[in-house]
C-alpha cells in the first residue's frame, strides 16, 4: 500500500525543501519508488517564487503537479472555504499517488506572514492520511530539552484517532564535533516517545553562495565580470589601511570597500595575482574607481576577480549581503546535489526501511471522500434538475456544480424573476453550457431552454431529442 509522509516544520527555518530532496535521495538509493508533492507555493525570504519543485526536477526524474498559489490559497482561506482547498490538493496529489510506492508531500514553512502554517499542515495530515516528519534546526544556545519541547509540542497536533502520526524527526545544523549534543538530544526525544530520523552536522561550506547569487539579490553594476561561480565564505569591511587591513584579504572573502580606495583595490588584485582567491571585491558609495587600475591587471589571472559597484554605503552594503536569501537556487547544481547527498547520508537506515512497511490501519478522510465523490459525478456527466431555481441557494449550487464539472443543471423557474449576474449573466455561471433554465409552459409542446448565458437576448429552443438520455432528478 502507498504511504504519504508529510514533512512539516518546528519553527521557522526548519529547512523543509533540504529535508525533501535528502528523503528522495534516500529512498530511492533503495529502490523504493518515491514521488513528491509540493501542495502549496510558498514565496522565498527574499519575496522570490517558489523553487521547491524546480530543485527536485534539477536531480530527480519527478515532475511534481502544479501547486496551489498563495494567492488562491488565501482567498479561499478568507471564504471559509477549508474544504475547497483541501479537495484541490487531492486532486494533485491522487495520481502521484497511485503510481509510487512512498509520496513525499512538503509542508508549509511557518513564519510572521503564514500564522496559518500550521493549522493547514495538520489539516494537509488529516486530507492525505499522511504520517509525519517534523524538521527542526539546531538552536544557538544549544539547549536539547527545549528543542525536544519543540518538537513535542508540533507533534501533539498531528494525531489519527489514539495514534500519532508522527513517525520521525529530522534535526539540521548539529555541532559535527559534538558527540553528547546529539546523544542528550536523542534522549531528550526518546523521553517524549520521538524517533530520531536523521541528525544532520552542520557544514559551513553548504551554506556558502556564489557572486551570481549575490548578483541576483543586490542587482549591482558589473564593473568586471570575472568568474561568477565563486564562492562567498565570508565577508570583510575594509576600514583599515594598507597594509594594516592585509589579513582581510583571505581565501573566499567578500571584501566591501568604497570605490575611491585605489590603494585597497590594488590590494586585492595583488593578493589575486599571488595565487590567493577572493570571492570578488564589492565597491561602495555608488564610486568608480579610476579605469586605469583595472587596465594594469586585466592580462593577468586577477582578470578572473569580479568586480561589482553599488551606491550605498559600506556597512548597508554588507548588511544587505548578510540577508541574502540562504535558500537554495535551483540553477546552483553542485550546491543542491552536495546538500542532497549530505541529507541523505544523515538519514537512519533503520529507520529509512521503517517506511516501506504499514505503520498504521488507513483511513479515508473527508476530503479524499469528497473527491472520489466528485470524480464519480463527472464521469456519469449526468444531468441534475434542480427545482425552486429562482432561490439564490439553488443558484449558487448550481454555479458550483458547472464550475467545477460536477454535473450539467437544469434549473426549474422563469429567467425573469433572477437576481441579476454579472455581465448580464443569470446566475453568473462561467461555464453556460452545461446550466439552463427551463420555462415550464404546459401549452407548449416543447420545451424550450434558454441558456443562462443568454437571458438578455431572449430565451433559446433545446428540441427534446438535444436532451440527456439519462437525467436525475435533485429533491
Avoid at 453 to 475: C, H, L, V, Y
Amino acid at each position: 500500500m502507498t504511504r504519504s509522509l508529510l514533512v512539516a516544520p518546528v519553527a521557522d527555518h526548519a529547512a523543509l525543501a533540504r529535508t525533501c530532496l535528502g528523503l528522495l535521495r534516500a529512498l530511492d538509493r533503495r529502490g523504493i519508488k518515491v514521488a513528491y508533492v509540493k501542495p502549496v507555493a510558498q514565496p522565498r525570504a527574499g519575496g522570490g517564487p517558489d523553487q521547491s519543485a524546480e530543485l527536485v526536477a534539477a536531480i530527480t526524474a519527478l515532475r511534481p503537479p502544479e501547486p496551489v498559489t498563495t494567492a488562491q490559497l488565501e482567498e479561499l482561506l478568507g471564504e471559509g472555504e477549508l474544504d475547497v482547498v483541501l479537495e484541490k490538493i487531492v486532486a494533485a496529489w491522487k495520481p502521484v499517488y497511485g503510481g509510487s510506492d512512498l509520496v513525499v508531500i512538503q509542508g508549509l514553512s511557518s513564519g510572521p506572514s503564514w500564522l496559518y502554517a500550521s493549522s493547514l499542515n495538520q489539516a494537509l495530515a488529516r486530507a492525505l492520511d499522511a504520517d509525519v516528519v517534523l524538521a527542526g534546526s539546531w538552536p544557538a544556545d544549544g539547549d536539547a530539552e527545549e528543542l525536544a519541547e519543540q518538537f513535542a509540542i508540533a507533534a501533539s497536533g498531528y494525531m489519527a484517532g489514539e495514534q500519532a502520526r508522527v513517525v520521525g524527526c529530522v534535526i539540521h545544523g548539529l555541532p559535527a564535533a559534538d558527540a553528547a549534543a546529539a546523544a542528550g538530544l536523542r534522549a531528550a526525544l526518546a523521553r517524549r516517545q520521538l524517533a530520531v530520523a536523521a541528525e544532520v552536522p552542520y557544514r559551513p561550506e553548504l551554506t556558502w553562495p556564489r557572486i551570481r547569487d549575490l548578483v541576483r539579490h543586490l542587482h549591482p553594476q558589473i564593473l568586471h565580470e570575472g568568474d561568477m561561480s565563486r564562492r562567498i565564505r565570508d565577508v570583510a569591511v575594509f576600514a583599515q589601511g594598507i597594509p594594516g587591513g592585509l589579513h582581510a584579504l583571505d581565501t573566499g572573502r567578500l571584501v566591501v570597500v568604497p570605490g575611491d580606495r585605489h590603494e585597497v583595490i590594488m590590494a586585492a588584485y595583488l593578493t589575486e595575482l599571488s595565487g590567493t582567491r577572493l570571492a570578488g571585491l564589492l565597491l561602495s558609495t555608488g564610486t568608480a574607481p579610476d579605469p586605469r587600475i583595472s587596465e594594469l591587471t586585466r592580462a593577468t589571472p586577477a582578470a578572473g576577480l569580479p568586480v561589482l559597484l553599488v551606491p550605498d554605503d559600506s556597512y548597508q552594503t554588507a548588511a544587505r549581503v548578510r540577508d541574502l536569501d540562504p535558500g537554495l537556487p535551483a540553477d546552483d547544481l553542485e550546491r543542491v546535489e552536495s546538500v542532497t547527498d549530505h541529507i541523505a547520508d544523515a538519514l537512519d537506515p533503520p529507520w529509512l526501511e521503517s517506511l516501506t512497511g504499514a505503520s498504521r490501519s488507513r483511513r479515508l478522510s473527508p476530503a479524499a471522500f469528497r473527491y472520489q465523490l466528485t470524480e464519480q459525478a463527472r464521469a456519469a456527466d449526468a444531468l441534475v434538475v434542480l427545482p425552486e431555481g429562482t432561490e439564490p441557494r439553488t443558484i449558487r449550487a448550481a454555479v458550483a456544480c458547472a464550475e467545477r464539472g460536477i454535473a450539467r443543471c437544469l434549473l426549474l423557474g422563469s429567467p425573469t424573476r433572477w437576481p441579476s449576474g454579472p455581465g448580464g449573466s443569470a446566475c453568473g455561471c462561467p461555464r453556460a453550457s452545461r446550466c439552463w433554465i427551463r420555462r415550464p409552459s404546459p401549452s407548449v409542446t416543447s420545451p424550450r431552454w434558454p441558456s443562462c448565458a443568454s437571458t438578455r437576448a431572449g430565451p433559446r429552443t433545446w428540441p427534446a431529442s438535444t436532451w440527456p438520455t439519462r437525467s436525475r432528478s435533485a429533491r
